[in-house]
């Protein structure tokens, strides 16, 4: 399941709807950048780290290679789970995992100052310098944790080369090794027992014919290749980042959802085609809380681009949509979808790699009659009003994607279903 935006589409929810069904849910990438909020009877949940699945006691939660660990982070949300009573002997976290280290919460915060005006907009959770370590093969493994000894060596080794970095490029306070050490061991220590060779583990439950269900956290177009580059994050949302962030083979991927919010949102920088400014964008803002769950920040909001989500479905090989959110655009008079961008008098098929491109794009809209807001809980398609049906029809023909699933609240039970998802692959499509 990924998300098929800019992030915060919804997925948290989508998660823990499907993971009802599931044995396994896996997180791939992303780190404590992401936020999911999940409501269970009334109850809200905040989440960063921890598979949404974790609400089901029991249920094998994932938290994969290919996730940056902050282990204060993944500590605190371990207690605060059991402090609210709920069950996380299900959790697993990859001994192949990356740390985010202090350094790495730092260096966010001075980089992006020191872009100014250019600023990317991150979380400033030390996400983008975390992977930086993993590719420059210098970085710390949540297994590493455990051998406090090398632990201390190489820490002891990568703290030298960061202070030189932070006194002398930035002018700021160095790092002492003993309160990182002492600090890093401590939440080693309480994580072992949930630190665990997990791609053997998801491969097993697949051979034996388990649900794995894979949780994509932020969205396609901040993937670190397909997105609006620079404004990214540094890892892969797009379903082939499932493979390598959990360690399973393409071949063992049997269907791929993409969850689309029924309108567009971006926290951060960077173009926007249907961005919506004045008084409709207050009007979603306010109706959909579009407020960041790790920063809360105020999110950018505009009409659904089905040329994004078009786009997002070609690399992730999307066999059906989950539209979220639905309710946030009830009681608007009308509502409008992008089905094209104009560029220089020519349309544009395929979404631009080039932001000055993008950034020229004119949305093609196409406006739809709006509707009141839906029952509390409806039971199927018919209960919802003709003008909302016709908006998820359109949706549909506009992306040329099944819709699944349709969510029109935060409470597991304001959603409906529209076709399984666990399903094998049907033959070629
Ligand atoms: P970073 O991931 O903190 O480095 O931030 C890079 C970009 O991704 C920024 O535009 C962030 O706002 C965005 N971003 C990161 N995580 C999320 C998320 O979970 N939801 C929405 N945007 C995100």
Redesign the pocket.
């Known amino acids: 399941m990924v998300g098929t935006q800019?992030?915060?589409e919804g997925k948290g929810k989508v998660t823990d709807y499907l993971a009802r069904e599931a044995d396994v849910v896996v997180r791939y990438q992303?780190g404590p950048?992401?936020?999911h909020t999940v409501v269970v009877d009334g109850e809200e949940f905040r989440l960063h780290l921890v598979p949404s699945g974790i609400l089901y006691p029991g249920k094998l939660c994932v938290v994969g290679n290919g996730v940056v660990v902050d282990p204060e982070v993944l500590v605190g949300e371990i207690e605060y789970l059991q402090s609210r009573g709920r069950d996380v002997s299900g959790l697993r976290v990859s001994a192949r995992a990356h740390l985010v280290m202090p350094y790495h919460r730092i260096l966010?915060a001075l980089q992006e100052q020191a872009l100014g005006e250019r600023r990317?907009?991150?979380?400033?959770?030390g996400?983008?310098p975390a992977y930086m370590d993993k590719a420059a093969r210098v970085g710390l493994r949540v297994g590493d944790l455990l051998e406090p000894a090398s632990f201390r060596t190489r820490l002891e080794h990568n703290l030298a080369d960061k202070n030189r970095f932070l006194q002398h490029v930035y002018g700021a306070e160095p790092l002492r090794l003993e309160d990182v050490l002492e600090s890093y061991l401590a939440w080693g220590e309480k994580l072992r027992v949930f630190v665990a060779e997990t791609s053997p583990l998801i491969n097993r439950a697949i051979a034996a014919g388990q649900k794995v269900l894979f949780e994509g956290?932020?969205?396609t177009l901040?993937d670190l290749d397909h997105g609006t580059y620079p404004?990214?994050?540094?890892s892969h949302p797009v379903a082939g980042g499932a493979c390598i962030g959990a360690g399973v083979g393409p071949t063992r991927i049997d269907r791929v959802i993409g969850v689309v919010k029924a309108y567009t949102s971006r926290?951060?920088?960077?173009p926007f085609p249907t961005e919506l400014h004045g008084e409709e964008g207050d009007l979603v803002r306010e109706r959909g809380h579009e407020y960041?769950t790790?920063t809360g920040r105020p999110r950018r909001v505009g009409w659904l681009d089905a040329v994004m989500v078009r786009y997002a479905a070609l690399l992730s090989g999307l066999d059906g949509i989950a539209i979220t959110r639905l309710d946030v655009l009830a009681g608007l008079p009308r509502v409008k979808v992008a089905v094209a961008y104009r560029y220089r008098g020519g349309e544009i098929e395929d979404f631009p790699s080039s932001l000055s491109v993008l950034q020229e794009c004119e949305p093609v809209y196409e406006e739809l009659p709006g509707w009141p807001e839906p029952p509390e809980t409806p039971g199927s398609l018919a209960d919802l009003h003709p003008h909302a049906r016709r908006y998820v029809e359109f949706v549909q023909e506009a992306t040329g994607l099944p819709v699944v699933l349709i969510s029109i609240g935060r409470e597991r039970g304001q959603t409906i279903s529209l076709a399984p998802v666990f399903e094998p692959r049907p033959p070629a499509r």
Do not use: E
């Not at 990317?120 to 959770?125: A, K, P, S």
């Not at 404004?231 to 540094?234: A, C, D, G, I």
């Open positions: 800019w992030g915060d992303g950048n992401a936020g966010d990317i907009g991150t979380t400033l959770r996400v983008g956290a932020q969205g901040l404004y990214v994050t540094s926290v951060g920088d960077g960041g790790t």
